[in-house]
């Protein structure tokens, strides 16, 4: 089993910049294909971007030349760098784990964090 916290939400102007970071317990971080999703009321919560074992990612069209997923197994966290963000950025972020599965996929996802809160105004 893991635990994941996620921290680094915030408000910022479009255009700008946030990093956020996924911290997980347990020593088995490595083992998990990682994942970011994000949620607005009212809506499915959506694929942002995944990294696999291995450091293979995988990101949504969306967000593709824009968000950039790493992890430091070293540190049980994962991070996703988010530049030149939009109002439409604006959600709920959520950080996840799989054993296995397909990456964009929500369902291959076991452990989820509480998310955090992003917002981008204009």
């Known amino acids: 089993q893991v635990q994941l916290v996620e921290s680094g939400g915030g408000s910022v102007q479009a255009g700008g910049s946030l990093r956020l970071s996924c911290a997980a317990s347990?020593?088995?971080?490595?083992?998990?294909?990682m994942g970011w999703f994000r949620q607005v009321p009212g809506k499915e919560r959506e694929f942002v971007a995944a990294?696999?074992?291995?450091?293979?990612?995988y990101s949504s069209d969306s967000v593709k030349g824009r968000f950039t997923i790493s992890r430091d197994n070293a540190k049980n966290t994962m991070y996703l760098q988010m530049n030149s963000l939009k109002p439409a950025d604006t959600a709920v972020y959520y950080c996840?784990?799989?054993?296995?599965?397909?990456?964009?996929?929500?369902?291959?996802?076991?452990?989820w964090g509480r998310g955090t809160q992003v917002t981008v105004s204009t």
């Open positions: 996840a784990a799989a054993v296995r599965g397909a990456p964009g996929v929500r369902d291959s996802y076991d452990f």
């Open positions: 347990g020593r088995t971080f490595s083992t998990y294909g």
């Open positions: 990294i696999s074992r291995t450091s293979r990612t």
